[in-house]
Structure formats: structure tokens, C-alpha cells
């Protein structure tokens, strides 16, 4: 597996396809370690659930989309996903939605 670049995040994500409306927060102790949940309305066919948690983990992380890729986990619950040059604040932003908490 690469070593992401320096100016880049990595976000553990536990993603839910399915879900009667898709939502942000909690966490989810997987493969990765500590993962925010990810619960989207879309199915997980033809990539459609990790297209719709890449789109919503940017909009609570308040990023733009094209800044957020996926790493690793295409097929599974638990990806990886890449934040390209995140700002100071996006680590606490990220506490806050997993953890409850900014520290």
C-alpha cells in the first residue's frame, strides 16, 4: 500500500448503504482503527454507496468533492479515503463527528 503524500488526510470511514437518509457522526472501531460512520440512502451497487459517502464525507468536512478520494476499500464497508490539503481545522472537524469531541 502507498504512503500518502504529507499534505493529504487520511479518514478511516465505516460506511452503511441503504440507510433511509444519509448521515454523518459516530464511530466505528474496524479494520482501520477508529472510522466515522458513514449511513447513505444510496445501494451498494456499481460503486453508488461509496460515490454517495466520498460526496458526504466532503460536505461535513465542509470540502469541496474533488478533494476527496478513495484509497483503498472499494468493494467493502471500511474504506480509506484521502483529504488532498486539508486545513489546520479539519482534524478537530473530523474528532468532532467521530468522537463527539474536539479533543
Known amino acids: ?26 464511530r466505528f472501531d474496524g479494520p482501520h482503527g477508529p472510522a466515522l460512520m458513514i449511513a447513505v440512502h444510496a445501494p451498494a451497487v456499481d460503486g453508488r454507496a ?7 464525507l466532503a460536505d461535513a468536512l465542509g ?14 464497508r471500511d474504506k ?7 486545513g489546520p481545522e479539519l482534524t478537530d472537524v473530523l474528532h468532532r ?3 463527539g469531541s474536539a479533543g
Open 80 to 86: 480509506l479515503f484521502l483529504v488532498d490539503r486539508p
Open 50 to 56: 461509496t460515490e454517495a459517502a466520498r460526496r458526504a
Open 1 to 26: 500500500m502507498p504512503v500518502p503524500p504529507q499534505d493529504a488526510l487520511t479518514v478511516a470511514v465505516r460506511v452503511k448503504p441503504g440507510a433511509s437518509r444519509n448521515t454523518v457522526g459516530g
Open 97 to 99: 463527528l467521530r468522537d
Open 63 to 76: 470540502v469541496r468533492a474533488a478533494t476527496v478520494s478513495l484509497r483503498t476499500g472499494a468493494t467493502s
